[in-house]
């Protein structure tokens, strides 16, 4: 075990907007040769780690054996921390460079078939998991800052226009034979800034859907129905037809569908900020 002499791993950890300011691209994430001081320098893992036994500061230290090549380590008492420690990488197996792969290539939006080729993986859970957890953490952002929509406009001192409806989503195995086991989902969508909601409902009656109307929508807007799903390519949704056994996940993807309207186009770095927000190191 070597000793690297360091307090910290990085000198800086980037703001949001540097963040946002760096061209994110598959060609530039490739190119960096240090990708432990990358996730350090995007707040991904804990920059630096006190001792509270000996009220000190951990030194940097070289580690063969472990994944990321390091861990803290305390001069006086000897003990020791994973840099992984509290983060939201703590209990992957992945290097650092392929959950920034996976993180960079969700964000695009690309399938999960090349996401698992780019990292060299042939577990095709791994890729799903990891999906699936960066989808809770837009759950967990959208749960914390809700999208509420309508209202008055500010400039014209006009109404808002937000339009709903309910749409159907059904299983049909293999995209044939008779349909069954479908879903009613009931959405919203505020026009000129395509912000929307979209919730998966049981009951269509009267007083469902206006307890979900009055939990989204703010006072004086004007509300319009029909077409709202075709218009704002709700219909174009991957999972129109569910495929078998795919139901237990449908939330979660119209959580994803929901956190990516309001993010227009700025997934890496806004992702990047809900796990910082999400996963914060004592």
Known sequence: MDYVNQKTIVDKILTVDEIKERKWTFNYLSSLTNYVHTAASLGLIRNTSFCNQCGKFRTLYKASKRIDGFLWRCSSCRSSLSIRKDSFIEKSHLTIKKILIIIFYWSL??????????????????VVEWSNFIREICEEDLANHPIM????????????EVEIDDLYFFESKYNRGRVKNGVWIFGAVERGSNLCNVTRIDSRDRDTLFRIINSWILPGTRILSDGWAAYHGLDQFDIKKMRKGEKTTFNTHMIEFMWRKREKGEVFPRIIKCIREQYVFL
Request: hydrophobic share 25%; charged share 35%; net charge negative.
């Open 109 to 126: 939006e690309l399938p999960q078939t090349v996401i698992r080729k780019e990292i060299d993986d042939a577990d095709t859970h791994t």
């Open 149 to 160: 929509l309508g209202g008055i406009d500010e400039e014209t001192n006009q109404p808002k």
